[in-house]
């Protein structure tokens, strides 16, 4: 909400006084945020109507270039990092979410809680397959299209040997020699028995192999900003980029509207982004500090 208008006591204690259901959990900390909704209706209350910015428009207007102000902010300028945390099925599969743009990592999680970063599968895919008759001529399906099968064989192969990479590292043999990276001229990327994954972006699904078959899999993904209303909030420290955004994307899309006007709210725009990017950034100078005091320690050899 953009207003607190609530008891301290409501909010730390939650309706029912406790602090472990889902209602209470999503309010905590969202005064920082002010919806899409707001967002709307306190720009048509500053830009639009007689003897302002924009004399006159549509609702449904403002809200599309809201939505793309907000997917194209969220890229750049929001804190737009997200997480999903299932456990990996027999079919090793995990579906992209709908707000899904770019992953930023993936991990899998041990008996203690840490995170072990899984790794692309850049030496294999899930190439499109066509399913062949006998005498390997191509099979089409009754409507006459080629017959697709969802998962290649090629990566089929690549799940079921996969597996090879997580053995005991005690066992001193080849395969372990290999991953454990002390080999010369190992690739990094190959140095590491924490599984890989594969994204098929024709099907919307992420493949792993089969040594992460049952592990608890986090995704952390960029989102384009999207989704249902309570998704589609703004921080305030970017409230007034939004405007500007709006603003612009309203007048460039004018035919009516002169070129310094428009030109203005293109610079106004812009350092309004670039304020929110400072705001932010959330940098701390103690942290900072600390990590540079790492310059000063000896190597041993």
């Known amino acids: 909400m953009p207003l607190f208008n609530g008891t301290q006591q409501n909010y730390y204690e939650g309706a029912d006084g406790s602090f472990n259901t889902a209602d209470d959990l999503a ?13 709307i209706n306190n720009f048509i209350i500053s830009y639009v109507g007689q003897d302002k910015l924009i004399p006159k428009i549509k609702r449904a207007d403002i809200a599309f270039h809201a939505q793309r102000s907000i997917q194209e902010l969220t890229y750049d300028t929001f804190k737009s990092t997200k997480s999903q ?25 041990d008996n203690s809680g840490i995170e072990h970063v899984i790794y692309p599968a850049i030496k294999t895919s899930n190439p499109q ?19 697709d099968p969802l998962v290649s064989d ?12 997580n053995a005991d590292n005690d066992d001193g043999d080849l395969e372990n020699v290999y991953v454990e990276g002390r080999r010369y001229g190992l690739t990094p990327e190959n140095a590491q028995s924490n599984g890989v994954f594969y994204i098929d972006p024709r099907f919307g699904r992420i ?37 500007k955004s709006i603003a612009y994307a309203v007048l460039s899309t004018r035919s009516n ?3 310094y006007v428009v030109a203005r709210y293109k610079k106004e725009r812009k350092a309004a982004i670039r304020t ?22 000896q190597i041993k050899h």
């Open 85 to 109: 945390e299932i456990e990996l099925p027999p079919s090793l599969l995990m579906v992209l979410p709908h707000d899904y743009v770019n992953y930023v990592k993936l991990t899998w999680k």
């Open 154 to 165: 090629t990566w089929t192969q690549f799940q079921n040997v996969a597996n090879a990479n």
């Open 27 to 39: 309010v905590y900390g969202n005064y920082q945020f002010i919806t899409l909704q707001d967002i």
């Open 129 to 147: 397959q066509i399913t062949q008759a006998g005498n390997l001529d191509y099979t089409f399906d009754s409507s006459g299209n080629l017959v």
């Open 207 to 243: 493949h792993f192999s089969s040594d992460l078959a049952g592990k608890t899999i986090t995704l952390k993904y960029i989102s384009d900003g999207l989704g249902t209303d309570a998704e589609m909030i703004v921080h305030k420290f970017a409230e007034e980029a939004m405007y």
């Open 257 to 259: 509207v002169q070129e």
């Open 276 to 297: 929110a990017k400072l705001r932010l950034s959330n940098i701390k100078l103690e942290e900072i500090t600390q990590i540079m005091r790492n310059k000063s320690k």
